[in-house]
Structures are given as structure tokens and as C-alpha cells.
């Protein structure tokens, strides 16, 4: 177990900041309430806001041009209304980052939900839950690259760091670091009892970031969304 100190910044200007990715000087933050794109600057003001037609958004992460979002199914969802596009599919949606528009999308390898996302070298890494597992998937042909079973209790966030990938759990309050190629853990990070919620994740300068979307509703939240890093 590793001892960090969490770093609290700012009470997000984002309702539901499920999902968050740094692009350069930009942090992108996908909103669970609206499903769009908030582009904040380093001291979390908005720049721009970019509407797609995510469904029920969660984690975002960002390629040369492109946003992906991971849409989990609206089907008995509660964090935001139902919307005409909706299409009741859990499915990883590729989005043109100049306009929101969608250009492609693939459904999740299990059928299930999915919260964690992160690009890695024109692959993508994604979090499953039937069973739990984290996979790598062919960012060209969708098809599963390498996957290996992880047993925590909510997978959310992913941010990949070196011959390693984070994956936050939501609900424990923990983040483990696992070694890409065999699954093996290699470092783990308990956050305090009173602290946050780790629904995003996303490295800037070997900092990781966190988001606590304040969703859902559970006895011992603190009430309000919030961005901030760990050290």
C-alpha cells in the first residue's frame, strides 16, 4: 500500500465529471448529467463545451483528432433524462473533436457497462464487468487485444502510466496500478475514508488526476463534485 496525500483544487464547474483526460494544456471532462465535453484550463475554468451524443457518458480519452467516450446503456439509468438518440447499448462512441459529431462506435466486448478508457498507442483500454476484467481492444478493428480479470469492486477510471495502467475503484476508494502485460499489481493507493470518489483518472507530467463525479448518492458523500491530483 502506498501513502499519498490528495490534493482537492476545485469544486468542479461540471455537474458529473464521470470521466476526465489531459490533451496537452486542455483537461477534457466528460459530464454524466449532460454527456458533453467540457474543456477546462489548468485552473478549471471552461474554455468550451462540446455536445455528442454519448449515453450516459463516463470515461472520455482523446487520439490524434478524435474523443472517445465510453456510453453505458440508459436502460434503468438515473443520472440524467432519456434523450431521443438514445439507443439502450453499452458501447465505446469515437467522436470528431472539432465538432462532437460521432464517426464510429463499437459495442462493449461483454454486452455490459463500461466506465474506464484510455488510449495507448492506437489501441484502446476498457474496463468490463461481465466478468471484471480490463481488456486492450484494436483501436482500427475493435477486437479484443489482451485482457486479464480484476477484482475490484466498481472498475471506473484508467490512466495508463508507463509498462502500467491505473484503474480506480469508485466505491472502495482505492486506485491500483497493474502491470499492462500480465495483470500483475504493482501499486495500490487507498484514499482516506472522508475524502473522494475516483471516478476519472488521467496522468499530466506523471501527476495523476482525479474526478469525484458526486454520483450516486451514498451515506458518507461529501455533496458536491470536485477535480483535483494525487501526490
Given at each position: 500500500?502506498?501513502?499519498?496525500?490528495?490534493?482537492?483544487?476545485?469544486r468542479?464547474?461540471?455537474?458529473?465529471?464521470?470521466?476526465?483526460?489531459?490533451?496537452?494544456?486542455?483537461?477534457?471532462v466528460?459530464?454524466?448529467?449532460?454527456?458533453d465535453?467540457?474543456?477546462?484550463?489548468?485552473?478549471g475554468?471552461?474554455?468550451?463545451?462540446?455536445?455528442?451524443?454519448?449515453v450516459?457518458?463516463?470515461g472520455?480519452t482523446?487520439?490524434?483528432?478524435?474523443?472517445?467516450?465510453?456510453?453505458?446503456?440508459?436502460?434503468?439509468?438515473?443520472?440524467?433524462?432519456?434523450?431521443?438518440?438514445?439507443?439502450?447499448?453499452?458501447?465505446?462512441?469515437?467522436?470528431?473533436?472539432?465538432?462532437?459529431?460521432?464517426?464510429?462506435?463499437?459495442?462493449?466486448?461483454?454486452?455490459?457497462?463500461?466506465?474506464?478508457?484510455?488510449?495507448?498507442d492506437?489501441?484502446?483500454?476498457?474496463?468490463?464487468?461481465?466478468?471484471?476484467?480490463?481488456?486492450?481492444?484494436?483501436?482500427?478493428?475493435?477486437?479484443?487485444?489482451?485482457?486479464f480479470?480484476?477484482?475490484l469492486?466498481v472498475?471506473?477510471?484508467?490512466?495508463k502510466?508507463?509498462?502500467?495502467?491505473?484503474?480506480?475503484?469508485?466505491?472502495?476508494?482505492?486506485?491500483?496500478?497493474?502491470?499492462?502485460?500480465?495483470?500483475?499489481?504493482?501499486?495500490?493507493?487507498?484514499l482516506?475514508?472522508?475524502?473522494?470518489?475516483?471516478?476519472?483518472?488521467?496522468?499530466?507530467?506523471?501527476?495523476?488526476?482525479?474526478?469525484?463525479?458526486?454520483?450516486?448518492?451514498?451515506?458518507?458523500?461529501r455533496?458536491?463534485?470536485?477535480?483535483?491530483?494525487?501526490?
Amino acid at each position: 500500500m502506498t501513502s499519498k496525500e490528495v490534493k482537492s483544487l476545485y469544486r468542479s464547474p461540471v455537474r458529473m465529471p464521470n470521466g476526465l483526460q489531459w490533451y496537452g494544456d486542455e483537461l477534457y471532462v466528460m459530464d454524466q448529467l449532460t454527456d458533453d465535453v467540457f474543456v477546462l484550463n489548468e485552473k478549471g475554468s471552461v474554455k468550451r463545451v462540446i455536445w455528442t451524443e454519448t449515453v450516459n457518458g463516463s470515461g472520455i480519452t482523446i487520439s490524434d483528432g478524435y474523443i472517445w467516450t465510453a456510453c453505458n446503456s440508459n436502460s434503468g439509468a438515473t443520472a440524467r433524462p432519456k434523450r431521443p438518440y438514445d439507443d439502450h447499448v453499452a458501447n465505446v462512441r469515437k467522436v470528431d473533436i472539432a465538432t462532437g459529431e460521432t464517426v464510429d462506435f463499437f459495442p462493449t466486448p461483454d454486452g455490459g457497462g463500461i466506465h474506464g478508457i484510455e488510449w495507448d498507442d492506437g489501441n484502446l483500454w476498457i474496463t468490463a464487468f461481465s466478468p471484471k476484467a480490463i481488456m486492450l481492444i484494436d483501436g482500427s478493428t475493435y477486437e479484443v487485444l489482451q485482457k486479464f480479470p480484476c477484482e475490484l469492486n466498481v472498475l471506473h477510471g484508467l490512466a495508463k502510466d508507463g509498462d502500467g495502467i491505473w484503474c480506480a475503484d469508485r466505491a472502495d476508494k482505492i486506485i491500483v496500478k497493474y502491470e499492462k502485460a500480465t495483470g500483475k499489481e504493482m501499486e495500490r493507493i487507498e484514499l482516506p475514508g472522508d475524502g473522494p470518489d475516483p471516478h476519472g483518472l488521467s496522468i499530466k507530467d506523471g501527476t495523476l488526476w482525479y474526478s469525484d463525479a458526486d454520483f450516486p448518492v451514498a451515506e458518507g458523500m461529501r455533496g458536491y463534485p470536485e477535480i483535483g491530483y494525487i501526490v
